[in-house]
Nanobody, 125 residues
Framework: VQLQASGGGLVQAGDSLSVSCASS????????MAWFRQAPGKEREFVTA????????RYADSVKGRFTVSRDNAKNTMYLQMNSLKPEDTAVYYC???????????????????WGQGTQVTVSS
């Protein structure tokens, strides 16, 4: 499985931005897919995770109500729509995938097998 993240950029606080993650190698139905982010000097943190059935989507409290994750299984692509961006959302955003497992495991970075290269999102105040 190969993941390719794209769409980051520089925006102002309050703006919106969308990033995407294209996958190859069969992640459409059998995989959990997630976004994590890492700010300078900080550990990688969970943002959101999803399955083909969106009822299993999870969000970090810090982004709940502002970020929306979606998947186009036919295109093997995951999207992250980020609204009302804040300076503290500045980070490198990574997409990740793993074979489907317990729901409680969806937020744990160490359990994800496959990672994209990351895309920089910078929010200025």
């Amino acid at each position: 499985v190969q993941l390719q993240a794209s769409g980051g950029g520089l925006v102002q606080a309050g703006d919106s931005l969308s990033v995407s993650c294209a996958s190859s190698g069969g992640t459409a139905s059998g995989y959990d897919m997630a976004w994590f982010r890492q700010a300078p000097g900080k550990e990688r943190e969970f943002v959101t995770a999803t399955r083909p059935n969106p009822i299993y989507t999870r969000y970090a409290d810090s982004v709940k109500g502002r970020f929306t994750v979606s998947r186009d299984n036919a295109k093997n692509t995951m999207y992250l729509q980020m609204n009302s961006l804040k300076p503290e959302d500045t980070a490198v955003y990574y997409c990740a995938a793993k074979p489907r497992g317990p729901l409680t495991a969806m937020a744990h970075a160490a359990l994800y097998y496959y990672w994209g290269q990351g895309t920089q999102v910078t929010v200025s105040s």
